[in-house]
């Protein structure tokens, strides 16, 4: 039966065959590292801005009280993630590092939010305004057809046009290979599901407050559907040789290294995985 797979897990194929193999093939266990759990107390606090009561703001104050709404979120998500921050055993100023990084992220994504509100919210109420500019958050796709599936972060509805949005939390803000495929198979899952493309696919870079938009075109379409179909070709086999290694800069860097860096260089065997190799087992 086919796998259904996600922009994720096909950029991981693309930059590494034998990494793809190791997490969902095998579905080794992956460590959390600073940089996802940052991210995802970023994300989150993004999602649930758009979901807040915003019966008792105003034209008046809603320049305070919006600021206000998303830090307090993120220090509710900053929170939850501390535990598991602290269980990565790194020090303490190098968390705080993080946390002012993402308070400034979420600093430009605000200052840019409330900059667009105030450009549309003359002739109307706050209520109309702030929805106007409400997209739908996280929102899920998938494809029978191209048996791929993910989530998108935000769907926005704006003068007639749809923006799909995807926000990088990312040290660079180029439009790299990884991020313009993850945004075409976007859109090939948005046509099979509403039978239109979408008129602009975004990446929203926060660390640096600035917004990228690809051109929506066939080819970027064509291409998404052909590694959707190259992808199912490629991983029919259960044979760990048919994944080779691909030894680069991505294995292991200056604070960091890939979860599989261990068994790869002969550190860790795949012995060691021995009680997960064995429940992969039953289950097939």
Known sequence: MPRLESPSSINTFKQCKRKY?????LELPRKDSIATLTGKAVHDSLENFFKIDIGNINKNNYNTLLRHELMGLFNNSWTKALPNLLNLQIDKETIRNYYQD????????????????SSIINGSSFQEAFNKLKPKTEVYFQSDQHQVRGYIDAILNFNNEIYIID?????????SEEYELQLAIYALMFKEKHNKLPDKLGLHFLRHGTKKFLEVTPDLVEKAKRECELIQLKTTSDNIDDYEKNPGPLCKWRNGQCDFYDVCFSQKKLGDYQ??????NKAS
């Open 21 to 25: 193999y190791y997490t969902y093939k």
């Open 167 to 175: 926000y990088k939390t990312s040290s660079r803000d180029d439009v």
């Open 275 to 280: 009680e997960k190799l064995i429940q992969i």
């Open 102 to 117: 993402c308070f400034q992220m979420l600093n430009n994504f605000i200052n840019d939010f409330l900059s667009t509100l």
